[in-house]
């Protein structure tokens, strides 16, 4: 599918040459009983292909995680945030600044995306009660520079908190990145997700590389996880 998107065969208007189509992610999960880790290793394309769209980041990895509230987050991934009127795709409308969103957030949608189509303020907040929302986690890369690191969350929009929960540490390792994120398992705060046992969680990952912006990256389909044992893609066991 990444080749063929890449090719400009499908779904990609205006592709940039020789992008990799896909890129191999290593993925690690563990816990302490405090804190979730979540270590993710994928080697360095060609640094010189589409000419530096963002020359601020060498790259940017995200994180989105989900509990089983959001329909989309169960066979989507990182495609449920994802839509054709976003900021920088091709329905985008001229002069807005739309972001990721959920479509539970909009009370119309075509196959162009749902605008400013919003549900009430009232609305979007009981949608938020419900835990109908992703927790969204970021890291901008340089080597030999500290990660800059966002967090936050996505319903309506995508809405950055004013002090991360979460924590990166990366690394340039010869021809691949390392990227741990960690976040502790229960903050009580109605605009994250408590990480509790015997709970599936739904995660998905994305990578801007070789200097990406916008919809030039790399995005995963859902993956589970769980902490200490059961059934999943991903089993963070205590260490």
Not at 128 to 145: D, I, K, S, V
Not at 178 to 183: D, H, M, N
Request: hydrophobic share 35%.
């Amino acid at each position: 599918m990444g080749e063929l998107i890449v090719s400009g065969e499908k779904l990609e208007p205006d592709p940039i040459e020789g992008k990799r189509g896909w890129i191999p992610l290593r993925v690690q999960t563990a816990q302490d009983g405090e804190r979730l880790y979540l270590r993710l290793e994928w080697p360095d394309g060609d640094q010189t292909v589409g000419g530096k769209l963002d020359p601020g980041a060498e790259a940017k990895v995200t994180l989105m995680l989900e509990d089983g509230h959001t329909v989309e987050a169960l066979r989507a991934g990182c495609w449920a945030v994802c839509h054709d009127d976003l900021v920088g795709m091709p329905s985008a409308p001229e002069g807005k600044e739309i972001t990721k969103y959920l479509v539970a957030s909009r009370t119309a949608i075509t196959r162009q995306g749902g605008g400013e189509n919003y549900r009430s303020q009232a609305e979007l907040d009981a949608l938020l009660a419900q835990g109908q929302f992703y927790e969204y986690w970021h890291a901008e890369l340089n080597r030999g520079q500290e990660p800059r690191v966002s967090d936050g969350y996505i319903l309506a929009n995508y809405q950055p908190n004013e002090a991360p929960a979460v924590t990166v540490e990366a690394s340039h390792e010869t021809d691949k990145w390392v990227v741990v994120f960690s976040r502790q398992l229960e903050l009580g705060d109605p605009r994250h997700k408590d990480i509790v046992a015997g709970k599936t969680y739904f995660i998905g990952f994305a990578i801007h590389d070789a200097y990406a912006a916008r919809r030039y990256h790399q995005v995963s389909f859902e993956h589970t996880l769980v902490l200490g044992q059961g059934d999943a893609d991903f089993v963070a066991t205590r260490q």
